[in-house]
């Protein structure tokens, strides 16, 4: 059941012609809020106003029907958006963040005014749909929006941690509580190169940056960043060999710089040995498989 205002429901029942206007309010992940209307004319109630859509600096706004139904049911609500390069939200065109992802976790109050006129605010709006934004199609001029109710968050998998051999942690989160910036090194480019594989002065044991990443900090490559899967030691005191995926787009030169920090297999000696981290780590390697439980 929807509440309305007292005022609002004498003038239902009394009045014999309605102005109406939807009233859309985005929240965004950061807290930016951005309030519109369907009409072509601000409206102003209890001392909050949305901007008129459509007009300069505002884009404009059109949606699907609301359902109403008894029981728990995820509906969604799909709003096409119309936005120009003037019309901002956070200080970006519409379009651009939203391509940028500003509206990743962002969520939609629908509400809805209804009166006698225009000018009569004081019987308030009348609650129709909230929920989050969850899927974004956008071209040149518009976007279409797909927007779930809060009732999507009830759509979880529990228990959150499932009890397996590997660590559910990932790799430098609050679970595991390492310090990237703390392991991560710098290195430089040795005699020995391809695309995929090259040596550097870097001595840690065999597989230690294995899983993780090196990022190029000058030469052909500056700013490249690529994913370890491999690194080995030509023999006991020699340069490490760093394999890369994908390949680099340039063959590196002796001397190029770059950084590195290791990754992680999410086992039990791992965490012990490469990171001494035991005491975080998240796995449980000594739960029987289910086939051995009698």
């Known amino acids: 059941m929807k509440a309305a205002s007292a005022g609002l429901i004498a ?6 012609q309605f102005v109406a206007a939807d009233l ?8 930016t809020v951005a309030r519109y209307t369907s009409t072509d004319r601000d409206l102003t109630i209890g001392g909050v106003t949305w901007k008129a859509g459509g007009t300069t600096g505002n884009p404009m706004f059109s949606r699907s029907e609301v359902k109403n139904v008894l029981g728990i049911e995820v509906d969604e609500l799909k709003v096409e958006l119309t936005a120009g390069p003037t019309d ?9 963040a939203i391509t ?21 605010t004081a019987n308030g709006k009348l609650y129709l749909f909230s929920g989050r934004v969850a899927i974004i199609d956008a071209d040149r001029g518009k976007a279409a929006i797909g927007v779930k109710s809060s009732l999507e968050l009830l759509d979880l998998m529990l228990p959150r941690n499932t009890y397996m051999t590997g660590c559910w942690h990932t790799l430098y989160d609050a679970g595991c509580t390492l310090s990237k910036a703390a392991l991560t090194v710098t290195g430089v480019v ?3 190169f391809t695309v995929s594989a090259f040596a550097s002065n870097r001595t840690e044991p065999d597989a230690y940056f294995a899983l993780g990443v090196v990022k190029f900090t000058s030469g052909v490559n500056n700013g490249v960043v690529r994913r370890v899967t491999a690194y080995t030691r030509f023999s ?3 340069d490490g060999l760093f394999t890369v995926v994908p390949p680099l787009p340039a063959l590196p030169s002796a001397g190029d710089t770059f950084t590195a920090y290791p990754g992680c297999d999410k086992q039990q000696s791992t965490c012990l040995s490469k990171f001494n981290n035991l005491v975080n780590f998240g796995g449980h390697p000594y739960v029987p498989l289910p086939e051995t439980v009698l």
């Not at 003038?11 to 014999?16: E, I, R």
């Not at 309010?25 to 950061?30: G, S, V």
């Not at 901002?88 to 651009?96: N, S, T």
């Open 24 to 31: 859309y309010t985005w929240t965004l992940a950061d807290g």
């Open 190 to 192: 040795g005699s020995s």
């Open 100 to 120: 940028q992802g500003k509206l990743d976790g962002a969520t939609l109050l629908l509400e809805q005014f209804i009166s006698d006129a225009w000018s009569n």
């Open 11 to 16: 003038l239902l029942n009394a009045a014999q």
């Open 88 to 96: 901002l939200i956070a200080g970006i065109a519409w379009l651009p």
């Open 236 to 238: 006991p005191g020699s």
